[in-house]
């Protein structure tokens, strides 16, 4: 199995695992905001799964997609924010920590393996 495949798999794992975590803890609570979380986390879980089985492609652009709407949700909910939602800093501790870097782990593992793609592809 790849290595990258993996990769982008557990870190979507970790990101839906976070956001279930704060869906369960208070954010079902939140309009629109806990419908979100519950939603990052279900489409993360279903894309890791069918990621690691070793779906098609474009399943690795879906994930880099939602990891990278999760950074632009996180953003501006700490500065112009969201649904009438925000919050300060990396708070909740650690789960805005572990989810930002599992996003942009996410995100980075995508865009390496398709620069990697590209620079292969122009060899040939």
């Given at each position: 199995?790849?290595?990258?495949?993996i990769?982008?798999a557990?870190?979507l794992i970790?990101?839906?695992?976070?956001?279930?975590?704060?869906?369960?803890?208070?954010?079902?609570?939140?309009?629109?905001?806990?419908t979100?979380f519950?939603?990052?986390?279900?489409v993360?879980?279903?894309?890791?799964?069918l990621?690691?089985?070793?779906?098609?492609?474009?399943?690795?652009?879906?994930?880099?997609?939602?990891?990278?709407?999760?950074?632009?949700?996180?953003?501006?909910?700490?500065?112009?924010g969201?649904?009438?939602?925000?919050?300060?800093?990396?708070?909740?501790?650690?789960h805005?920590?572990?989810?930002?870097?599992?996003?942009?782990?996410?995100?980075?593992?995508?865009?390496?393996?398709?620069?990697?793609?590209?620079?292969?592809?122009?060899?040939?």
């Open positions: 199995m790849n290595v990258t495949r990769g982008i557990v870190a970790v990101s839906g695992i976070s956001h279930a975590y704060l869906y369960v803890h208070g954010y079902q609570h939140i309009p629109t905001i806990g979100a519950l939603l990052q986390a279900s993360s879980f279903s894309l890791a799964l990621i690691l089985i070793g779906g098609p492609g474009w399943l690795w652009w879906a994930g880099a997609a939602v990891a990278g709407g999760a950074l632009a949700a996180f953003a501006m909910s700490r500065t112009v969201i649904f009438g939602f925000s919050e300060r800093g990396f708070q909740p501790s650690p805005a920590a572990i989810s930002v870097v599992a996003e942009l782990v996410t995100v980075g593992l995508v865009a390496a393996y398709l620069v990697g793609q590209r620079r292969a592809d122009s060899v040939r």
